[in-house]
Structures are given as C-alpha cells and as structure tokens.
C-alpha cells in the first residue's frame, strides 16, 4: 500500500515525527526521574515518593547558600539511632548527612505530609525552613538540634509535633495552631543553644503547652491567643493579622463596626460613644 501525500507533504512522514517526538519526551522524562543516583552528592531519595535536591546560590556577600528542596507524595522516611557510623558517616543512616554544613535554607514542596522522624538533625547551619500546607506532622527530632534554625511556619494543619522535634534551635519564640497535639519533650531544653522565649497557645492546647514548658526548666512562657471570626489572632483585646505579626508585636489597631462591640469597649473604659452619619 502506498503512502497517502496531501498537498505534497508525506503524511507518514509526519506521523513517524510525532512518534519520535513523543519518544524523545518519555525518555526525558525518564532520565529526569532516575536522577538520583547512590553516586550524586545534590539528590537522594527520603521516601518511596519522596525526593530530596541540593541547590546553591550567591548571596550579596559571595558566599554559596544552599537551599534543599524536599519534593513527591507522601510521608518522608523516618530514621532511628544506630550505635555505629554507616557508609555515610551517619549514626541515622541518612544518605545526606554529609550536608549538615552546607544548608541554610530548606523547602519542602506541596504533597509532602510529614518531616521524617531524625531527617535533619543536627543541620547547624540551617536558618529556616519554609513548610507547605500539606505538612501535618513533624515527627521526633525532625529538626532537633538546627542550632542556627530562626525562622519555621507552623501551618494551621500541623497536628503533631514529636519529642524532640524543635529541641535546641534558634527560635525565640513560636505560635502553636489550635488543633496540633504538642509532645511534652516538643521544645526539651538540654542545651545552652536553645533560646526559645515565648510559645504562642490556644485554651484547647494550653495545657499541652504548659507542660512542654514546664518540661524544660528554664524561664520561657506561654502566652494565650485566641482566634477571631476573620481568621485573624487576638491577645488581650490587640488583633494580629498573622503569626508573623503576632511574634513581632506588630497589632492591628481594632475598629468598631456594630452597636454592640461599641457598648462592650463603652462598659470597659467607662467612655461614652456617639454615632455618626455622613
């Protein structure tokens, strides 16, 4: 049978193209996904859905800032205390322990549900850490001992913070959403490393954030914020538009929109309010 042309043009011709087209994609595709190699220092793999990248960049001083990239589906490998030093140098088996010194910055990517259990211990170097909404848990010792780490955002969907998770950080202080289940040993106070001040806490996990504290021993507090109708957080009658603006004290100066909100702050400060039309 011979070939159909149309307009001179061979249509077989054209059809063979797209095929090698689409086989040229695949195999690109391929090569990317099986990037990570026993032998590649930038990227591991944390999961079975899970893939971990190192990338660098020249801040304004010249100095490399490495940033690690945790992306896939799904929880990330936990990994527990060996007594002997593996093939990495690592007494947690973590393929990427030799970068401990080398990361400063770490994002972990929407699908990724949870920070596994001794992923990023002692990262001395590491300063913060940008987590997605999909993160719901930090498991045990998740960022134990990040010396340098001053900067994490807890996420309203964060339902646990394991033992250990937050120990001996940088943080001077952190806001607790409402409905995460804090362990008591959260923030355990065992080095002179750890600066945490103030924890932020709701009445439903108050309790839990006293006993972390008091669990420490040392002289940080727990400061009691409640939510507004708008999504916004208040502490003794100031409103803070986020959690950033609450940690820093920047409020947000509260206006009187109804007759009854009027009477409530009338009552309180025994001043006499007047309404006004335009």
Known sequence: MGRIKKGGYDIGEKFMKKWIL??????????????????????????????????????????????????????????????????????????????????????????????????????????????????LKLNPGAFQSCSSLSHINIGENISL????????????????????DLSIGAFFYQTQTDKLQTLYCTENNLSACEAAIGYRGDGAKVVTYSKTKDGRYEIGGKIYDNFENMMSGKYTPRRIYTLEDAEKVSKKTGNKFRLRYK
């Not at 250990?164 to 952190?174: C, F, Q, R």
């Open 161 to 180: 913070i394991g033992h250990e998770a937050l120990e001996a950080t940088a943080l001077t202080s952190l806001v607790i959403p409402q409905n995460t």
């Open 22 to 135: 689409v086989i040229g994609v695949l195999l690109t595709f391929n090569a990317r996904a099986e990037s990570c190699t026993p032998d590649n220092q930038t990227c591991f793999e944390c999961g079975a859905k899970c893939t971990m990248k190192l990338t660098y960049e020249t801040d304004e001083s010249g100095n490399q800032v490495g940033t690690l990239t945790v992306s896939g589906q799904g929880a990330m490998n936990n990994y527990s205390y060996h007594q002997d030093l593996d093939e990495y140098g690592d007494y947690y088996s973590r393929p990427w322990a030799g970068l401990a010194g080398n990361v400063q910055n770490i994002k972990i990517e929407e699908g990724i549900t949870a920070v596994g259990a001794n992923a990023f211990l002692s990262f001395r170097n590491l300063k913060n850490v940008e987590l997605p909404e999909s993160v």
